[in-house]
């Protein structure tokens, strides 16, 4: 089951942040894998997105996944507005660092007085986080996600099975042979 981001507007206005509902449905399932399908990281702090997907690792007995994604609407930002505009670089930065917490490991945050090691209760069931990389069609979020060695969720909003059939297939060899790229 995929959970949403929550937004600010009449598009998943009408849903909580994705770790809210997926605790809900953690909670009254046994065999369903829980996913969240997208948790926009620059919205959060990655401390918290790993504590809360950890409790609902917990919760479900360890049936959880993430699909991260940098976000793209303003109003969404309304938590953390200095993200906006930078959005793509906090994703990228902040998975590996939500990956360090998932695994038990500290990482040094900015407090109030100073740097701040952090590491994230409770633990979660599963040692490694399954994730994958939201990408609506930018070819540098492809990359991203091949380089920081997750899957892809995407989907055809604005496109079109034909659409990507009639693209330029030395265009897509190219882009692949990046995303496989080492590094």
Known sequence: MWTPERHFGSFGGLYPNPSVASAAVAAVTQHVKIRAGSCVIPLHHPARIAEEWALVDNL????????????????????????FGRQKAEMVRDVEAIQRLWRGEHVTFDGPKGQVPVRTLPRPIQPELPFLITAAGNPETFVAAAQGRGGMLTHLLGQSPDRRAKEDPRAIAKTWKKCRAPG
């Open 60 to 83: 479900s007995n360890g049936r959880v996944g993430i699909s991260f994604a940098s976000g793209w609407h303003p109003n969404d930002f309304v938590f953390r507005p200095e993200n």
